[in-house]
């Protein structure tokens, strides 16, 4: 954690009941519920975003029926890894959610925050056969990190927990959902979001791309392997120790846009 968002919690004060580990938490995942809101990728009360509490076999996940930008640390819902819910939170979850998200979880145990939108540019390539095309530098990052996984319906059913896990597979970070959507996956928060941004963006700039009708100009595969590994070495963000800088910006810009948003 960069020293700007040490001096962020250093001056935040834990509520009563939470631990200082699960409070960060919370705050750490609404904030990136408020961001998705303020890009506008929300589809009503619909998707979701999970984080696992460091060290424990627990997740936060968004109560079920309330819009992004009501969203605060504390009516986050706590549940376990079978999707039941271990706090008094009087709130519902989405069975989907839980399908999706706990079954991610527990099959890759070195992803701690999963991401899921229906952004509608996402959702217009995940109609493609062609499947997501990496054309410039931030969507090389993406480069044989995306795994597909095929359309079976609302995801309701836990018998499709292992198959999302095996279509993800053991080192993507990104799973495109046909017909449906997409999962980005990180060992925090911070990553999980910026994933989605480059996704989305990613998206948006295939489908410019290929409305032109002109000729794709592809990038060498040693080129794109050679970005790939500095966004995931941490070089395209200023070094491995760096936190991605804009996720402290991301905290300064909500406190402005709602000064009681931590609550």
């Not at 938490?25 to 809101?37: G, S, W």
């Not at 910026?194 to 791309?209: D, P």
């Not at 070495?233 to 402290?248: F, K, T, Y």
Request: proline share 5%.
């Amino acid at each position: 954690m960069d020293q700007t968002m040490k001096d962020i919690f250093a001056s935040a004060v834990t509520p009563a009941g939470y631990s200082d580990i699960e409070w960060k938490a919370r705050v750490e995942l609404a904030l990136c519920y408020r961001m998705v809101d303020y890009y506008g990728w929300t589809t009503q009360v619909y998707n979701h975003v999970s984080y696992r509490i460091p060290g424990t076999e627990h997740l936060l996940i968004n109560a079920f029926g309330l819009l992004y930008s009501e969203i605060t640390p504390s009516n986050l819902v706590k549940i376990d890894f079978d999707g039941n819910k271990v706090d008094d939170s009087p709130y519902p979850i989405n069975k989907a959610g839980s399908v999706i998200h706990t079954a991610l979880h527990k099959g890759r145990p070195d992803v701690h925050c999963v991401m899921h939108t229906h952004n509608p540019d996402v959702q217009a390539v995940s109609a493609l056969k062609c499947g997501f095309m990496p054309l410039y530098q931030e969507a090389f990052m993406f480069y044989d990190r995306i795994g597909y996984h095929d359309f079976e319906g609302i995801v309701l059913d836990e018998s499709e927990q292992q198959r999302l896990v095996d279509s993800l597979g053991p080192t993507n970070h990104t799973l495109m959902l046909n017909n449906h959507g997409v999962i980005t996956t990180g060992p925090d928060v911070a990553w999980a979001f910026m994933r989605m941004y480059q996704i989305i963006q990613g998206c948006q700039v295939q489908l410019k791309v290929m409305a032109s009708g002109g000729e794709l100009l592809q990038a060498s595969e040693e080129a794109m392997i050679r970005t790939r590994e500095q966004f995931e070495g941490g070089d395209a963000q200023g070094g491995a120790e760096v936190r991605l800088p804009e996720w402290p910006a991301y905290y300064r810009l909500m406190s402005r846009l709602d000064p009681n948003w931590i609550r």
